[in-house]
């Protein structure tokens, strides 16, 4: 038990107040101690202050001890709150759910962002809200589900998150490519990942293997980023040459697997393009979007396309620098470590054989993809789980106008359909049969890689 202290001017017991320069000196009462202020001031030293709050849990692996708790938070409120579409602004909606429920929520719900001019911090507030509303179903705007009388909140607190939410959403808007006119997904989200970077204290005098060192001692690395190889392997000695460089999205181009008579048969349309004159874009707005001026090549699946994508290719007349011969050799390529989150983005802007547009064709995925067979040194689980997915609602085709939707699952399971301010819940039928334009796949059971961050180059090295 704590001992009784003595007040240091009266001699009595139980002294209750200390000096609070100090935090040394013990007195009964606030009399007693400007009584003895005189004789005791000459002695009295402040403490040192206390060391500031590391906040700044972003690189150098100081957020490993969080990794655990981050990639395994769960949402089980549902995926309910829409963001409003600022005008041609569904491209960026998109993205921004997706990063909502993704891994990377789990590490910002956790820790602390220096700052706050940085997409970091405004990302981390963003997700800090939407997961609030979830718990609490908040139905204020700009995600607004239900009417007035099914809030609860006062009319100051409803205007007060109003404004609040349309700063945040402007912010997030002005830090990227937006700029009033329909813009793409995947450049946003590839947009917001080096943004990301940027915040997490990246020096700009890092080049070369640094910097893909510096990049892979991050979050956003821990989360999206994943480490490709390649090889070239002699026929003559067997020496193998690889080279790894880091990846934070995977590009599938639907033109994987394709032949020349494929193309001339999408080719052949006798449709009027609906951008060469008002007749035919009303045409095609009553026949819907998704609809095609050409008929779609023959469908394919997610898991044909990465087998396609890491194929095995024959390089001849190869130097090799082991046996110094030339010869034949296979350049092989595969996943040196895999991602916590796979971000896929299926290219369908091809320009082959003067074939331009969406190349609208159907690419059908599962819930679950295993990534053992495209790995180099495959692990004992490398089992993904997908929960959301962006598709690209055209029109005839085109690549400049249409729509961007999003479905995302949470962890109950169920499957929700965020279109802007709309969300309502899908079943997985619904899903499977859509055309995906990105794909986000989430490691059944993360995996913590350590990965010590670079020495910072000193000036004038």
């Avoid at 890491?310 to 050799?329: K, N, Q």
């Amino acid at each position: 038990m704590e001992t009784s202290k003595t007040c240091a001017y009266c001699s009595k017991p139980d002294a209750l107040k200390i000096c609070g320069r100090c935090r040394n000196q013990p007195y009964c009462s606030l009399e007693c101690q400007r009584s003895d202020w005189r004789r005791h001031k000459a002695s009295c030293a402040p403490l040192a202050p206390p060391p500031p709050r590391r906040t700044n849990r972003l690189h150098k692996d100081a957020f490993r001890p969080f990794a655990k708790k981050a990639l395994s938070k769960k949402n089980n409120a549902g995926c309910r709150v829409g963001l409003r579409n600022e005008g041609n602004t569904c491209y960026l909606t998109c993205v921004l759910q997706c990063l909502t429920y993704s891994p990377l929520a789990g590490y910002l719900l956790e820790l602390d962002v220096d700052g706050s001019n940085n997409m970091m911090a405004e990302l981390q507030s963003h997700i800090r809200k939407v997961w609030k509303r979830n718990e609490l179903l908040s139905r204020t705007e700009p995600s607004r589900i239900g009417s007035e009388e099914d809030s609860d909140d006062s009319a100051e607190t409803v205007q007060a998150c109003k404004t609040e939410d349309i700063d945040v959403a402007r912010s997030l808007l002005k830090r990227t490519l937006h700029n009033g006119r329909m813009q793409d997904a995947h450049e946003a989200l590839v947009d917001i990942q080096a943004q990301l970077l940027e915040s997490c204290g990246a020096s700009k005098s890092l080049t070369g293997k640094a910097l893909a060192e510096w990049e892979r001692s991050t979050i956003v690395h821990d989360v999206f980023g994943s480490d490709l190889e390649q090889a070239c392997v002699c026929s003559a000695c067997g020496f193998r040459s690889p080279s790894t460089h880091v990846e934070m999205m995977l590009m599938l181009n639907a033109t994987l697997g394709l032949r020349d008579e494929d193309f001339l048969l999408s080719a052949e349309s006798s449709m009027e393009k609906p951008w060469e004159s008002r007749s035919a874009t009303r045409e095609a707005l009553k026949r819907g979007s998704g609809t095609s001026p050409r008929a779609p090549p023959p469908p394919t699946t997610v898991e044909e396309l990465l087998k396609l994508y890491f194929s095995t290719e024959t390089i001849d007349d190869y130097a090799c620098d082991e046996c110094h011969e030339r010869c034949r050799c296979d350049k092989v390529s595969g996943f040196r470590t895999t991602p916590n989150c796979l971000a896929t983005y299926i290219d369908r802007q091809p320009q082959y054989n003067q074939l331009f547009g969406k190349l609208n064709r159907v690419v059908t995925f599962s819930e679950t993809l295993d990534l053992r067979p495209f790995c180099v040194e495959p692990g004992s689980d490398e089992i993904y789980r997908l929960y959301a997915v962006v598709c690209h609602l055209d029109v005839a085709g085109s690549t400049f106008f249409g729509h961007y939707v999003c479905y995302v699952r949470d962890d109950r399971e169920r499957w929700w359909l965020l279109d802007d301010e709309s969300v309502r819940p899908v079943g997985w039928d619904a899903v499977r049969r859509v055309n995906p334009y990105m794909l986000f796949y989430a490691r059944a059971r993360p995996h913590l890689v350590f990965r010590a961050a670079p020495a910072r180059p000193r000036e004038g090295e």
